[in-house]
């Protein structure tokens, strides 16, 4: 209901303590300069993709000093995530921490994998993210026809050198 449960986006971050960016990359990018302002002092700004921020140079959204900036990245669609959540499963995630004001970032960014059904959460950090979702996608969604081997083993050794971990690697 609009103005009970159904608010514009300027009135959800005003009542929001914890801001869940999941637009697009692009979408991101280009409604920053309108919602950053919005993002105040105590609150905290989620992400499900470290894309907007590792490539802040580039896309513009630069998160403000003094809110918690979280991750939780699960390795699979939205719908996915949703599906699985409805039949009582989970999906793994990656928690990462980006900006720490709190001292309770880690902590905000497991309770949202929880919440949101993670059934299994590994720390990681932005940049690492970012760099095994592109590397995955683009080996996934590009070549479908590679078998998980050849991909696993090509894959693996292109994030060895950014110091991604084993597990991290393989997703």
């Known amino acids: 209901m609009p103005g009970e449960s ?5 009135e959800a971050i005003d009542k929001g303590t914890i801001v869940m960016n999941l637009l697009s990359d692009a979408a991101q990018s280009s409604t920053w300069s309108h919602i950053s302002p919005l993002i105040t002092k105590g609150k905290t700004l989620y992400f499900s993709h470290g ?16 809110v918690d900036v979280i991750l939780v990245a699960p390795k699979g669609s939205g719908r996915t995530v949703r599906t699985l959540f409805k039949e009582g499963r989970g999906i793994n995630s990656s928690v990462a921490v ?13 309770a949202i994998g929880v919440a949101i059904g993670s059934g299994y959460m590994y720390e990681t950090t932005f940049e ?3 760099f095994s979702d592109l590397t995955g996608e683009r080996g996934v969604v ?5 078998c998980i081997q050849t991909l696993r083993s090509s894959v693996f050794p292109s994030l060895q050198p950014l110091s991604v971990s084993p597990s991290l690697a393989c997703y």
Request: aromatic share 10%; no cysteine; proline share 7%.
């Open 51 to 66: 894309f907007s921020v590792v490539y802040k140079d580039d896309t513009k959204v630069v998160p403000p000093k003094d």
């Open 128 to 130: 690492k993210e970012v």
């Open 6 to 10: 159904l608010f514009s986006i300027e």
């Open 142 to 146: 590009s070549t479908p026809s590679i």
């Open 98 to 110: 980006f900006q720490d004001v709190t001292g309770k970032a880690m902590e905000k960014a497991v």
